[in-house]
């Protein structure tokens, strides 16, 4: 099993800027793929962004040129940097990742950290 927890949502004004950290733990080696998603009340999940392993990233279309994923493997943390934020990006943000063990595929997310954003 892995454990993500996602830290450094919290309230902040139209233009401001927040980061948000996912710290896995446990069983930790195999993972490939980690992303953010977020949801906002009465909508679906949607992607924020995605970075493999080498660092390969994938942004949604809303975030492009606002948000920056990150992730330092040595310490299993993943980072989102969003800036330039927009009341629209007021969502509960969530970490998953992807991992991969011989043939067995396993997905895990974490439990969500809140984004409001004041306009």
């Known amino acids: 099993q892995v454990q993500l927890v996602e830290s450094g949502g919290g309230l902040v004004q139209a233009g401001g800027s927040l980061r948000l950290s996912c710290a896995a733990s446990g069983r930790t080696f195999g993972i490939n793929d980690m992303g953010w998603y977020r949801q906002a009340p009465g909508k679906q999940r949607e992607l924020v962004a995605t970075?493999?392993?080498?660092?390969?990233?994938d942004y949604g279309d809303s975030v492009k040129g606002r948000f920056t994923i990150s992730r330092d493997n040595a310490k299993n943390t993943m980072y989102l940097q969003m800036n330039s934020l927009k009341a629209e990006d007021t969502a509960v943000y969530y970490c998953?990742?992807?991992?991969?063990?011989?043939?067995?595929?396993?997905?895990?997310w974490g439990q969500g950290t809140q984004v409001t954003v004041s306009s």
């Open positions: 970075i493999t392993r080498d660092g390969s990233t």
């Open positions: 998953n990742c992807r991992q991969r063990i011989i043939t067995q595929k396993y997905e895990f």
